[in-house]
Nanobody, 121 residues
Framework: QLQASGGGLVQTGGSLRLSCAAS????????MGWFRQAPGKEREFVTA????????YYSDSVKGRFTIARDNAKNTVYLQMNSLMPEDTAVYYC????????????????WGQGTLVTVSS
């Protein structure tokens, strides 16, 4: 089970840190990803990190602004979001999977419930 938290309302240029806590003892065997879905749009890839914590992947739209990290001892993955823009407004979902196509939805088996991020202009 994945539980995402940390969303909220922030002004343009602000920052938020999302957390995703996982239950169970197999967290370190899963690659972790963050996706987002804006109103009326499809869910899209944001970032992902491999099970060991190396090789993060970022979408072009967030590269240089967002940072993913994981703490396997705490069964938690984080998404630090800086320089937020109105187009970052979406529900953010964390996901866990063991496939290697980390930028695709189908690589993830487990999904959190989502946390809403709203960036005001």
């Amino acid at each position: 089970q994945l539980q995402a938290s940390g969303g909220g309302l922030v002004q343009t240029g602000g920052s938020l840190r999302l957390s995703c806590a996982a239950s169970g003892r197999a967290f370190s065997t899963y690659n972790m990803g963050w996706f987002r879905q804006a109103p009326g749009k499809e869910r899209e890839f944001v970032t992902a990190i491999t099970r060991s914590g190396g090789r993060p992947y970022y979408s072009d739209s967030v590269k240089g602004r967002f940072t993913i990290a994981r703490d396997n001892a705490k069964n938690t993955v984080y998404l630090q979001m800086n320089s937020l823009m109105p187009e970052d407004t979406a529900v953010y979902y964390c996901a866990a999977g063991q496939d290697w196509f980390l930028t695709t939805l189908t690589a993830y088996r487990y999904w959190g419930q989502g946390t809403l991020v709203t960036v005001s202009s």
